[in-house]
């Protein structure tokens, strides 16, 4: 159920792992299979038209526009009816949050939206953007480029606050000036009206776009009278299995919508990466098929924005120590692509590297990811040093 990167992928396995019987992917958009990172970066600059993924889906009965609507063990129902079957992968994805007010407001999460944007995306529009995460500063980036007036208006105290934390986050603010963008800071936004948001101290700011980027919730309403059991997102095991509370044929979840159990962390994850959506469904499919596999990744994330790439691998624990490699306040703009970059590192009370975050230093997140999968203690002193190669230390 889910016709996006992770149940594209789970119908691919399924067969190249030997599976014979029928396979039918349902999903309830209207497309095959597409990649979503890009509509943040190339569809919305008008640079790319489709995304449509490489998948080789021959003896798979793909059926589109049609939504799962409930679940029971052995059958979903649909809205173009029940359809039974003997195993099922769970590949929804998730749903962007919307916030209130009767106004217009867009999200960014098909490529419906993306179209819909970069059509309205004209030089001199008044954009406002609510939220300064990934999808915000990726929609900043693409429309200051168009020549919109673009306003970030962000309820924490720094960009990327969840996901990096307040001081890393803090380095990405120049960005946004130095790309005209006015980005507002520990400002929330009480509701979105007519062309205006009004602010949580009351104030209107006026808006021809409004762009909410606030985050996504897995897409698992439907299965809520299932039976199966959900805690932001499908329970599963390490083997992506999920579980009934009665007994029902096997299930498994892939994707933006699986809350597995991570050996490597010792708790549930859900991550909502495109990585894991191309990773899990391996796993799941031989869970399907009897198998013992275990997914159990080193979360990498990446995100395009105001002219850097930025990389996040791994996952910081609350007792970490952070260690800069070079320096943030260095010029990594565009015009200075051969600038070296920085990093960050976070590090365990025992001396292993959990978790980096690169700018501009795509090798030091390859050689991270190694390190991390590898639980590797990392010698902090040369870690700091740009001229050792992390692969090196
Ligand atoms: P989805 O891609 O959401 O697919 C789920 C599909 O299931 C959807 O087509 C949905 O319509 C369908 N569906 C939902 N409910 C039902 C139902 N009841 N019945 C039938 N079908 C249903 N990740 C990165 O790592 N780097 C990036 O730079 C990056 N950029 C991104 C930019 C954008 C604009 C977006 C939206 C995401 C980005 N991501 C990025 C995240 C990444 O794309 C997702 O993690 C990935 O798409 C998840 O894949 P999925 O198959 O689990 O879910």
Redesign the pocket.
Known sequence: ????????RAAVELRAQGFTGSIVL????E?P?Y???P???GVLSGRLEETTLPLDLGGVEVRLG????GLRPGTVE?DAGPLAYDGLVL?????PVTLPGDGPQRV???IDD?RGLRDALKPGVRLVVVGAG??GA?VATIAAKIGAEVTVIEAAASPLQVALGGEVGGQTVPWYAEAGVDLRLGVSVREIGPQALVLGDGEVLAADEVVVGVG?RP?TA?LAESGLVLDRGVVADEHLAASWSADGPPVVV????AAWWSRRYDRRLRV??????QGSPAVAAATLLGGEAVYDPVP?????QFGRMVQVVGLAGAGDTRVWRGDPGAVTAPEARRAPGWSVGWFAPDGRLSAIATVNRPMDAVAARRLIAADAVVDAERFTDLAIPLKDL
């Open positions: 159920m889910g016709a996006g990167l992770a149940g594209g349902l999903g309830a958009e497309h299979p990649d979503r990172p509509l943040s970066k049609q939504r799962a609507t649909t590949a929804t994805g998730a749903a960014l999460r098909t993306a990934w999808i990726e996504v897409d439907w892939v994707g933006d919508c909502e990466h495109w990585d894991c959506a990498y994330f990446w995100s395009e």
